[in-house]
């Protein structure tokens, strides 16, 4: 008698979801291999999120060939992408890339974008990192690693991508929160990014969750927490 076993079904990470490897991997296991409970209303920034798209999207059906801002990659001004890119990068799935190693179930690297740069003389695809901040910070270790994966999807899709991207701050002020305060280039390696994946498809193959990582407070109040429900 032949015992026929049901597929496992491939799983997805976020580009979100993959940043959390630069924390604690038990952490990211056990949130990656749990499904977690929903949120029930979206925060403030989303909704600010969604008014400066769509301020984005009607500078690119009305004036599609004009710079938008102040971006520069080297001494050209850059202008928001094609409709047809950023359709790639709002659908329902994101863009994706299944993952080379032997690695079973398959794992599957998505991203959702709000929006991308292009810059007319080289052709070139520049990933645009927006953040809505109380406080102005420089890039840390996750949005770099944000704009690695932005890049590396952009180009396992047909997008030729550059060297760089543009990280842009809103930080709300009274009247002025439209106002961007601070933009930055910072340099992208779509390299980074895949050895990220590859890492977390690694620990995500385990059967148990890995070890956690020294002084990760969440695994010291769960590890304490399970003490109580005994």
């Not at 979801?17 to 209303?41: H, M």
């Not at 809505?132 to 770099?144: E, M, R, T, V, W």
């Not at 390299?191 to 890492?199: T, Y």
């Amino acid at each position: 008698m032949t015992i026929r076993t049901r597929p496992e079904k491939d799983r997805e990470i976020s580009v979100a979801k993959l940043t959390e490897i630069l924390g604690c991997p038990r952490c990211f296991w056990r949130t990656a291999r749990i499904k977690q409970p929903r949120r029930e209303f979206p925060g403030i920034p989303s909704h600010l999120r969604a008014i400066l798209r769509d301020l984005r999207d009607d500078h690119r059906k009305t004036r599609p060939q004009e710079p938008y801002h102040h971006f520069f990659e080297g001494n050209t001004r850059l202008i928001l992408a094609d409709q047809h890119c950023i359709d790639r990068l709002r659908s329902r799935k994101g863009i994706s890339v299944f993952n080379v190693l032997n690695v079973k179930p398959r794992v599957l690297l998505t991203g959702r974008f709000e929006d991308c740069l292009f810059d007319p003389k080289r052709s070139i695809y520049v990933p645009l990192i927006i953040r809505i901040s109380g406080k102005l910070h420089a890039p840390n270790l996750f949005d770099q690693l944000e704009a690695d994966c932005f890049a590396h999807l952009l180009n396992m899709s047909g997008f030729k991508v550059g060297e760089a991207a543009i990280f842009h701050q809103y930080c709300p002020e009274k009247e002025e929160w439209m106002r961007a305060r601070k933009t930055i280039r910072i340099p992208v390696n779509p390299k980074n990014a895949r050895l990220a994946f590859e890492k977390a498809a690694l620990i995500l193959s385990l059967p148990k969750p890995p070890k956690a990582l020294s002084g990760c407070e969440e695994c010291a109040y769960m590890k304490t927490a399970s003490k109580f429900e005994r």
